[in-house]
């Protein structure tokens, strides 16, 4: 099973909105309503972000918002912060009942 | 509050077998149906599912190393725990446990361990 695909890096002034693609086929992401997202700092445990496509988990900010179409599902984070800055993973669960990980996107505030 | 703890070696040698053990503090294993899980990360690279545990001992585990590997569950020590026999140097990386958010979902993971750096190396 291959990774999700993500863009290796996004980048976005402070204030604007970004968006992070998560692309895989129709035996994850297109089968299922099952799409989360993680926030790394750098040397630290991920964070979950999203889960369930576009919920978020107490305590979340609700400038973090996802969604999904067809295998493609989207990140997208408004009023971008310096405090944004990590990578970003996402996941999806498959029809071989495993789970995989996107190649992860390093969002960079200009 | 809950609380996930890796631990185990720092250094294995290569064709050696990797053991991880997760304690699970601040709540029972078996208080609800929720997976308990490894993911991996080599140095520099993405994150990689390994393999989840029920909390009554059901396992999946990713297709490419399902043939090398063992999750299980000790429920009277609060434990689940993990074990790689024929490790290589690709087996290199940082080893978080951690469990999953929704009851009966395999899909996403709320509390995590700091990780634990496992390097194989003679």
């Known amino acids: 099973q291959s990774a999700l695909t993500q863009p290796a890096s996004v980048s976005g002034s402070p204030g604007q909105s970004i968006t992070i693609s998560c692309t895989g086929t129709?035996?994850?992401?297109?089968?299922?309503?099952?799409v989360s997202w993680y926030q790394q700092h750098t040397g630290k445990a991920p964070k979950l972000m999203i889960f369930?496509?576009?919920n978020r988990p107490s305590g979340v900010s609700n400038r973090f918002s996802g969604s999904k179409s067809g295998n493609t599902a989207s990140l997208t984070i408004s009023g971008l912060q310096a405090e944004d800055e990590a990578d970003y993973y996402c996941?999806?669960?498959?029809?071989?009942?495993?789970?995989?990980f996107g190649g992860g996107t390093k969002v960079t505030v200009l | 509050q809950l609380q996930l703890q890796e631990s185990g070696p720092g250094l294995v040698k290569p064709s050696e077998t990797l053991s991880l053990t997760c304690t699970v503090s601040?709540?029972?294993?078996?208080?609800?149906?929720?997976?308990w899980n490894w993911i991996r990360q080599p140095p520099g690279k993405a994150l990689e599912w390994i393999g989840s545990?029920?909390?009554?001992?059901?396992?999946y585990y990713n297709p490419s190393l399902k043939s090398r590997l063992t999750i299980s569950v000790d429920t009277s020590k609060t434990q689940f725990s993990l074990r790689l026999t024929s490790v290589a140097a690709t087996d290199t990386a940082m080893y978080y446990c951690?469990?999953?958010?929704?009851?009966?979902?395999?899909?996403?993971?709320?509390?995590w361990g700091q990780g634990v750096l496992v390097t194989v190396s003679s």
């Open positions: 951690a469990k999953g958010y929704e009851e009966w979902e395999l899909s996403s993971f709320d509390y």
């Open positions: 601040g709540a029972s294993i078996t208080s609800g149906h929720y997976y």
């Open positions: 545990v029920s909390y009554d001992g059901y396992t």
């Open positions: 129709s035996s994850d992401i297109g089968a299922y309503g099952y």
């Open positions: 369930d496509v576009s």
């Open positions: 996941s999806s669960f498959t029809s071989s009942s495993t789970l995989l």
